[in-house]
């Protein structure tokens, strides 16, 4: 809830941090995330059994 205390959005300091927010990102928002994450998982392709 956005009255609580703990809850705190990121919001744009300047002009040029302003940007378009995909759904996902604004689901990130929603729910007390950050949109830019700070590291990324590298996507790793499965070995293949035999």
Known sequence: RLEQ???KFQWPRS???VCKLTSQQ???L???LTIKP???IQKI??????
């Open 5 to 7: 205390k703990a809850s």
């Open 15 to 17: 002009q040029e941090e």
């Open 26 to 28: 604004f689901r990130w």
């Open 30 to 32: 929603m729910e007390g």
């Open 38 to 40: 700070k590291k990324c």
């Open 45 to 50: 392709d499965h070995p293949r059994f035999v």
